[in-house]
Every structure is written in C-alpha cells, then in structure tokens.
C-alpha cells in the first residue's frame, strides 16, 4: 500500500499546518482590533491561516505525486551533539569555559566514529584553555573563566 | 563628481589602522570558512558577531563583510584544487577548474579565478557606488505600504530563485514570520507567544536561530555520514596563466562580471544562480564546447567573476533598502540593529561614513585576497586536510561561546540546540531554512508597515493597489511568482541547476 505518493510533502503538510494551527490557537488571547487599528492578534492569525493553506496545499499534493522515502532519522550521534551543548550551558558557571568546553568537546567527539579519548581530552584542553585567553582575556568577554564551584 | 567625493569619503573611513586590521581579518577568517569543510559564511557570520560588540559600527560591518567575501575566494580554491566546492558558489568551478588542476595547471587555474574575481570585484563596487545612492534617495519616498509590497517582492523573488519546491518555501516563509512575532509586540505591549518565558520577551535572536539552522545542524548532518577528508593528489608549480590563457579568460570575466553584477541585486541565490547562468553562457558561447568539462579555462573565468560580482551587488538591497536578499545579509542587518543604526535608505544620508566605508572596503578586501591568497595557497590547503573529527568540536564550541556573549545567558545556549535540531529535522523533510530566516527579519518589519498602511488608508486594504508605485512592485511580484510555477521555465531553472 502506498497511498502517499510523497512522504515528505505529507509530513511537510502536516507541520505547516500544525503549526499553523498553533500560532492561531496561541494568537487567539489578543486583540484582532478593526482593520484600521489592527491588534496584535491579526497578523498572527493571518499569517497562521495562510500557512495552514499552504500546508493543506503541500498534503494533498503529497498523494499525486511519488517521492522518495524520508532519510532515516539517527538518535545516537546527532543526539550526542546536541547533549554536548547543552552540558556545556549547564556547566558553564558552575565550570568556567574551560572545563565546560573540556565536556562538550569530549561528548561532542564521542559522537565520531574516529573518537579516540587522548586526543578528544587535548582538544578540549587546548580549545578551552584558547577561549579562555581569546574571549575572556583578549576580547574581554563576559564569560566565567573559573566557575563558582572552582572558585573563580 | 559626487562619486568622487564619496570615494574619497569611503577611503578615508576604511583607510584607519584599526579598518584595515579587521578587514585583514575579516577576509582571512573568510577564506579559511570557505577552505574548511562543513563550514559556512552564514554561521561564522553568526559565530562572530558577539566579538564585533565591541568594536565601532564600521569597522564591525568591514570584518563581517569581509568573511562574507573571502569565503567566496576560499571556496573556489579548494573546488580547484581538490574538487571539494566550500561554497555552494564554487560547485560549478570545480568541473573544469579540477580539471585543469589534474593536467597540472592548478596554478592558472588558481590566477584565472583569482583575477576574475578581483576584477569583479572592482566593477561590482563601482556599480554599487554608482546606483545605491540614487536607489537609496528614490526610496526615502517610500511609505509603509510601499515597504510592504517591496517585502513581499523580496519573499517571492527568493523564494522563486531558490532551488527545489516552491510550495514548501513559501510555508517557511510563514513559519519565519510567526517566529519572528515571538515577544513582545512593539505597538501594543502584548507578549505573543512567550508561553511565561522571560528569555523570550525580546523575541527569538535571529543570531541564535542561524547559529542553530547553519551552524549546529551542519554538524548533525555531516555526522551521519562522515565527511572523508580529500586527499591532495595535484602540486601547485607556476601561477603564471599562458598568454593563450589571457586571451581566452578576457570576455568570460566581463560577461561573467555583467551577468553577476546584475543577478546579485536579486534575492535568494543571486550569486549562486549567477554562477550557474555563467558556466552555461560559456558554454554555449564558447567554440570549443567539447572543452568544458574537460579543463576549459572559460569555465573557471565565468562563474569565478559572476559569483564574486554577485556577492557584492547582493549589498545593494541590504544597503539602500534595509531588506535582506540572503540569509548572509540578515545577519548583517541584525548586525546593524545591535549597533544601534536602523537600517534602511536613510543610511545613505545620515551615515554615510559608514556607507560609503563599507563599500571601499570591499574593494580593499579584494585586493587584500589577491595579495594575500595566491601566495598562502600552500596554507589554504594544508588547512583543509584538517580532519573532520578534530574540527567540528572545534565549531561547536565557537557557537557556544558566541551564543552566550551575545547577551551572557544560557538560554540563549540551549537555544541553538533547540534550532539545530529543528534544522536536522527541516532537512529531513527537504525544507529549506533560507527563506525562514529572512522572514524571521523581515516578519517583525511587514506586521508594522501593514498596520500603518491600513491606518494611512483607514482600513482599506485596497491602499496596497491604488498606490502607483506599491501597485508597480506589486505587480512585479506577481509576475515572478507566475513565471517561477510555469512549467517550462521552472525546467529551464533546474535545468539551469543541474549542469
């Protein structure tokens, strides 16, 4: 069975109209106002509406025409990527930059198949030990050198 | 002589110590992005904007422009010289100019690419010198209703160049714009889509967003599929292009120049699209036509000139309009919006120190990559045997520290983690984040000229039609829209494309 010619033009149609949707539903608490004093509410519903024709549009074009099958989505490395960021954000004060970048190039690599840990741990050092004279000391950004948990 | 006086202006702006410095590094951070695999123009714009805080608004627009165009000059030399295109620009520089690198003639092709592209440069920032002022004075008439219709030509007119379903980038258009409406609305105070989140009241960054889409998702996508580091089979002897060399680049680089310097004003892949229609003029122009694709020198003067040339006019709009052509430009623009200067036809007049500083600078940055590049060649290459592994952690942690100093908050952070994956998952759909970004600029800017249209003409939305000159781009508009669906001329655009 294979009602829907294209996959992506489907589930493209159900995001736009999803979020369509959503932009309505969430837009619908303020004012529309009159056309001559528009209120906050009407360029968001307007837009919304369009977008949820533009979606309905892309879904039933989904079902004329053959494409491809979706590229497989991947959880493992991708998901190491972004988790490499986001320990970064959570360590940043409680660390410093140097010890949060030390993490997140760490998690980061391990999301290559060529991760060796000696050379993932230099990298680290080096990239944190280089941001922390660049942007700390030679740009003066605002950024935490040493955290509070290292005293800094 | 207006000109004159201007120029001399610009180069009295651009020629400080501390200009040229940063122009210096603008187009060497540049060239090294358009040498590096996995890494593009529109990210490290992103990545570096946080570090220009600090420096005075020239100088900060001298070094952003400057990684905008030295990553054209690095793209080309790493498509010659080891057919790996850094740019989508270079694509097409990379059939014959590999080609010829294989046959030994690296070096000419290098010089051939190089001097085009100075030479499009130097034309291009005359065109720019010559038709931005009086564009800019033409519209310090315009009001909100012809803002409004000159977006929505600027929306269709990037959505219509753009490679792949036109349906689904004018979606991304809206899902732009309603992005760009989260925070605080400026004429009512009411905060749309905030959800209770203080971080969100200033709305969502432009800079966090193209740090994510361009930046992080990259990295998502080449993951997966490793990226294999090219290995360097051809050696660099002589620059020194033959005089037979000279005689057959001549017409190519002005044809490739005119056909750039024009195609670049438009929106959406100006530079790119020029690079295409340039390899395909050659081509048919050409006597030798059994030659391309096989190492025809033409095929690297044309494109080289075009896409450089484009890239340059691509500022005319974001310079005298105030309105983005391409994600790149956004970005510049919201450089511009944290350094206080709203842009728009005003700047012209009111800076136009600034203005015309940019401009000269860009001729400078060109010269400074002819200088510059031919020579570190060597250094260009070794740079780009950088293995994959050790360089995209490298780039994560960039975004992540220039995510946090854009305004020294976490959030801002896990913002670009919550975009790269938004990003990963466009891709996988075949959704092009392009046109998103540009609405997510330009979405804020068409809600205010809509609502001060409709209260010029007391709600009547037959204002956009009635005004003649609103009705003209209007109707331009309509016009790309129609031509870009017809059957016969989107085959003509992929067609364009695929050569």
Redesign the interface.
Same mark, same amino acid.
């Given at each position: 069975m294979r009602a829907i010619g294209d996959p992506?033009?489907f589930?493209?149609g159900v @995001? @736009?109209i999803a @979020?369509?949707a959503a932009?309505i539903f @969430? =837009?619908w608490q303020?004012?529309l106002g009159?056309?001559? %004093?528009?209120?906050?509410?009407a360029?968001?519903v307007l837009?919304?509406g369009?977008?949820i024709l533009?979606?309905i =549009?892309?879904l039933v074009?989904a079902f004329f025409r053959s494409g491809e099958p979706?590229?497989r989505?991947?959880f493992v %490395?991708?998901g190491l990527?972004?988790l490499? +960021?986001?320990v970064?954000?959570?360590l940043?004060?409680p660390l410093g +930059?140097i010890g =949060?970048?030390v993490a997140? +190039?760490l998690i980061?690599?391990a999301?290559?198949?060529?991760?060796r840990l000696p050379?993932?741990l230099a990298?680290?050092l080096g990239?944190?030990l280089g941001?922390a004279a660049v942007?700390g000391w030679a740009?003066?950004?605002?950024?935490p050198i040493l955290g509070t948990w290292l005293g800094g | 002589m207006d000109l004159l006086a201007n120029l001399a202006l610009g180069f009295e702006a651009a020629f400080t110590p501390l200009n040229l410095t940063y122009c210096l590094i603008g187009v060497l951070a540049g060239t090294l992005v358009g040498v590096l695999p996995g890494l593009g123009p529109t990210a490290t714009i992103a990545m570096l904007l946080?570090?220009s805080f600090?420096l005075p608004p020239v100088t900060a627009l001298i070094m952003l422009a400057g990684i905008y165009y030295g990553a054209q000059y690095g793209g080309s030399t790493t498509a010659i010289l080891v057919n790996l295109p850094g740019e989508a620009t270079s694509i097409v520089t990379a059939i014959d100019g590999y080609k010829m690198a294989q046959k030994g003639r690296a070096g000419p092709a290098l010089a051939t690419a190089a001097l085009g592209s100075f030479f499009a440069g130097c034309v291009s920032t005359l065109v720019i010198a010559i038709f931005a002022p009086p564009l800019a004075a033409a519209a310090l008439a315009f009001e909100s209703p012809e803002y409004f219709s000159l977006m929505i030509l600027g929306l269709i007119a990037s959505v219509a160049l753009a490679r792949g379903?036109i349906?689904?980038a004018?979606?991304m258009i809206?899902?732009g714009? !309603?992005l760009g409406?989260v925070g605080t609305?400026v004429?009512?105070g009411?905060r749309?889509?905030t959800f209770g989140i203080g971080e969100l009241m200033d709305g969502v960054g432009f800079v966090q967003v193209a740090m994510g889409v361009f930046g992080?998702t990259e990295?998502?996508r080449n993951?997966?599929h490793?990226i294999k580091n090219p290995r360097l089979i051809v050696k660099v002897t002589s620059l020194m292009p033959t005089r037979e060399d000279f005689r057959r680049m001549v017409a190519p680089i002005f044809r490739g120049t005119i056909l750039g310097s024009a195609l670049g004003v438009l929106p959406g892949g100006g530079p790119l699209l020029a690079s295409f229609g340039s390899y395909s003029m050659e081509k048919r122009l050409s006597k030798h036509p059994e030659e391309f694709g096989e190492g025809a020198i033409e095929g690297v003067a044309g494109p080289e000139s075009a896409n450089n040339a484009g890239a340059q006019t691509a500022f005319i709009p974001m310079l005298t309009l105030g309105i983005p052509s391409t994600p790149t430009m956004a970005l510049m623009i919201g450089a511009m919006i944290l350094q206080g200067i709203q842009p728009g036809p005003s700047v012209v007049t009111e800076q136009p120190a600034l203005f015309w500083g940019i401009i000269v600078s860009m001729w400078l940055g060109n010269l400074m990559l002819v200088v510059l590049n031919l020579p570190l060649v060597g250094l260009w290459v070794r740079l780009c045997m950088i293995?994959?592994?050790?360089l995209?952690?490298?780039i994560?942690?960039?975004?992540?520290?220039g995510a946090?100093?854009l305004s020294?908050s976490?959030f801002d952070?896990?913002l670009?983690?919550v975009f790269?994956?938004v990003g990963?998952?466009l891709a996988? !759909? $075949?959704?092009d984040p392009a046109p998103m970004m540009l609405a997510l600029i330009l979405?804020p800017m068409m $809600?205010q000229n809509?609502?001060r249209s409709?209260?010029i003409a007391?709600?009547?939305?037959f204002v956009f039609v009635e005004r003649p000159i609103s009705l003209i781009i209007l109707l331009i508009s309509a016009a790309v829209l129609v031509l870009a669906v017809l059957p016969m001329i989107r085959k003509k655009r992929d067609e364009a494309f695929v050569e």
């Open positions: 992506k033009d589930w493209s @995001f @736009f @979020f369509g932009a @969430f =837009a303020h004012p009159t056309p001559m %004093r528009m209120g906050p509410g360029f968001p837009i919304g369009l977008l533009i979606g =549009a892309t074009r979706i590229e989505i991947t %490395r991708p990527i972004l490499s +960021v986001i970064f954000a959570l940043l004060a +930059v =949060a970048t997140l +190039v980061g690599s999301a290559s198949q060529k991760f050379s993932a990298l680290g990239l944190g941001s942007f740009l003066g950004l605002p950024i | 946080p570090a600090a379903s349906l689904k004018i979606g809206m899902v714009m !309603l409406l609305d004429s009512s009411a749309r889509y992080v990295i998502l993951i997966e490793e293995p994959y592994h050790l995209y952690p490298a994560l942690v960039f975004c992540a520290i946090f100093s020294n976490i952070v896990q670009i983690v790269g994956l990963y998952l996988k !759909l $075949e959704l979405g $809600e809509l609502r409709m209260t007391r709600g009547d939305v």
